[in-house]
């Protein structure tokens, strides 16, 4: 009696694991069957938090489960780059990354808890953000060429605030000196706002700043635009000409973001949450709501992502190399 129990127990168990085995297997084919999480590394109220809720809003509408947007800010993104980084991969944990997160910042911190080429699956580009040379209205340069021709004249005397170190504008202001041959004095800050703060009262002559930060300061007349680092002028300011315009061709400094899951996702779950991102980028509704705030869609599959960032890892490391852009 007790061997017929322990051999009925024993095909019960194989039983059940056979029955569990094709249910693991189809996962990825019922995937999303619970909600989504997207970790967006900057706080509420911002355009990259905007754009996050507009693309979980979207996703979650074509992926019949909401996504679901969790702020987690600091460390120049490297808070939720490392969270997602060790998130199971399973597609229920996203990232809005950001080219701080996937260019910048394998430049200048050591150590970093993630890898951005190996630590995450790429879905895809989504979004650029312009920036923007500005001057303090009394600064007598208006035009590039007048700026570097000052800042040549009067070397050293010349300071461009940031909106902190590391930041992609710190990175823009140093590509900048290397194109023109001018020196400037870089100012870091805490953020934006102090540094257009800062510019609007004459602590620095220029700013390299967002377009989305430096619009309505340039729109009321309270600071003056000089260039527009990226290669295309901005929707919001398109008399603004860009520094390749200026006479520095090749010139290119922007922003950018992307969605990225961590590594080893399955490649039907990868599939799947590319075609709705592609589906979400499509919509000419999204594409003008992203301009609305200042952003440029940008929509490029899984392997436009993975090429933007082994192209732009060497050179944002050359430029930190060269400006000694550390930070601890």
């Not at 895809?124 to 001057?135: E, I, K, Q, R, S």
């Not at 009067?154 to 202001?173: A, E, R």
């Not at 709501?289 to 050179?315: F, H, M, N, T, Y």
Request: charged share 15%; with cysteine; glycine share 8%.
């Amino acid at each position: 009696m007790a061997l017929s129990r322990s051999r009925f127990l024993s095909c019960l168990m194989a039983g059940a694991t056979a029955l569990a085995l094709p249910a693991a297997k189809a996962q990825p084919q019922s995937y999303p069957d619970r909600p989504i999480k997207l970790v967006v590394p900057f706080a509420p109220g911002g355009a990259t938090d905007i754009l996050g809720r507009l693309l979980a809003t979207s996703l979650g509408e074509r992926l019949g489960q909401p996504v679901v947007v969790e702020n987690r800010p600091g460390a120049g993104t490297v808070v939720a780059g490392a969270l997602v980084a060790k998130a199971p991969p399973d597609g229920y944990t996203l990232l809005l990354g950001a080219s701080t997160t996937l260019t910048l910042n394998p430049a200048i911190r050591n150590p970093l808890p993630y890898d951005p080429l190996r630590s995450f699956t790429p879905l895809g580009l989504v979004a650029d953000m312009g920036l923007v040379l500005v001057a303090h209205n009394e600064t007598p340069a208006r035009t590039l060429p007048e700026l570097v021709a000052l800042a040549k004249a009067d070397p050293d005397n010349l300071s461009y605030g940031s909106f902190g170190t590391g930041s992609s504008v710190h990175f823009g202001g140093e590509m900048l000196k290397t194109a023109t041959g001018m020196r400037m004095v870089h100012v870091p800050f805490n953020g934006s706002s102090p540094s257009l703060t800062a510019l609007m009262g004459g602590q620095v002559q220029v700013a390299v700043d967002t377009v989305v930060a430096t619009t309505p300061l340039i729109k009321a007349g309270k600071i003056r635009p000089i260039a527009a680092l990226g290669p295309q002028r901005l929707a919001l300011l398109p008399q603004v000409p860009t520094v390749a315009e200026s006479g520095y061709p090749g010139f290119a400094m922007d922003t950018w973001f992307a969605f990225l899951a961590p590594a080893g996702l399955p490649a039907p779950i990868q599939k799947k949450l590319e075609k709705a991102l592609a589906d979400a980028m499509a919509e000419p509704a999204m594409k003008k709501k992203l301009v609305d705030i200042g952003l440029s869609p940008a929509w490029g599959p899984a392997s436009a992502l993975q090429e933007r960032i082994e192209r732009e890892l060497p050179q944002m490391r050359a430029v930190a190399a060269r400006a000694d852009i550390k930070v601890d």
